[in-house]
Nanobody, 127 residues
Framework: QVQLVESGGGLVQAGGSLRLACAASGRTFSNSGIGWFRQAPGKEREFVAGIHGVSWSGASTGYADSVKGRFTISRDNAKNTVYLQMNSLKPEDTAVYYC?????????????????WGQGTQVTVSS
């Protein structure tokens, strides 16, 4: 059974940092695109960052404009884990953060491309 489990969320002051982790089990995801999405109350779930499988441009990455320069996505294939390092956090980053594995090697920005989802982890940034 495939499972994605997020961890690392919490409460942090504006300007602070958090590192989220997404641990996968049930199969190897080294050649699957992995994405991080977030959903704030009353808003649609939105793409935050994605990392392609290792065979696609050396696992290149992509980011939403709102987090570019502040967030970094990376993967440790030996641990079957993807990380999201979040720096310079802002109150508008407050949301539930989800990781997801796509059915292809790339990590698209659209939710429909992902067929495995974690349960989410809450990130709250106070002002």
């Amino acid at each position: 059974q495939v499972q994605l489990v997020e961890s690392g969320g919490g409460l942090v002051q504006a300007g602070g940092s958090l590192r989220l982790a997404c641990a996968a089990s049930g199969r190897t995801f080294s050649n699957s695109g992995i994405g991080w999405f977030r959903q704030a109350p009353g808003k649609e779930r939105e793409f935050v960052a994605g990392i392609h499988g290792v065979s696609w441009s050396g696992a290149s990455t992509g980011y939403a404009d709102s987090v570019k320069g502040r967030f970094t996505i990376s993967r440790d294939n030996a641990k079957n884990t993807v990380y999201l390092q979040m720096n310079s956090l802002k109150p508008e980053d407050t949301a539930v953060y989800y990781c997801a594995a796509s059915s292809i090697i790339r990590a698209p920005t659209i939710r429909a491309a992902y067929n495995y989802w974690g349960q989410g982890t809450q990130v709250t940034v106070s002002s």
